[in-house]
């Protein structure tokens, strides 16, 4: 069992920034992938960026240039840098692991409220 832990997240005016960390109680150099979701209301989960085992990115075409996912093997730490934040980026964000073992196993956070709003 795995437990992540989001911070970083609050209250942003449209084109500013902010930090998300995912801080994981297991080493993070065991999963899979790791990766950011957000679920805005009335909207399904979405992937915004995801990191591999091997360094490997992608990121959700609405956030590509904007938003740069990284991870810090020694601090068991990923995080997700958001530039030029847009209202639309406003929502939960999730952290996620993913490990596989014969089977898919997946671990979340509890989220972090993004707001971007004047």
């Known amino acids: 069992q795995a437990q992540l832990v989001e911070s970083g997240g609050g209250l942003v005016q449209p084109g500013g920034s902010l930090r998300l960390s995912c801080a ?3 080493r993070i150099s065991v999963f899979n992938t790791m990766g950011w979701y957000r679920q ?3 909207k ?3 992937l915004v960026a995801g990191i ?3 360094g490997s990115t992608n990121y959700a075409h609405s956030v590509k240039g ?3 996912i990284s991870r810090d093997n020694a601090k068991n730490t990923v995080y997700l840098q958001m530039n030029s934040l847009k209202p ?3 929502a939960v964000y999730y952290c996620n ?3 596989y073992a014969g089977g898919l196993q997946r671990y979340w956070g509890q ?3 993004v707001t971007v709003s004047l």
């Open 24 to 26: 994981a109680s297991a």
């Open 40 to 42: 805005a209301p009335g």
């Open 44 to 46: 399904q989960r979405e």
């Open 52 to 54: 591999t085992k091997g």
């Open 66 to 68: 904007r938003f740069t």
């Open 88 to 90: 639309e980026d406003t």
């Open 97 to 99: 692991a993913d490990f």
């Open 111 to 113: 989220g972090t409220q």
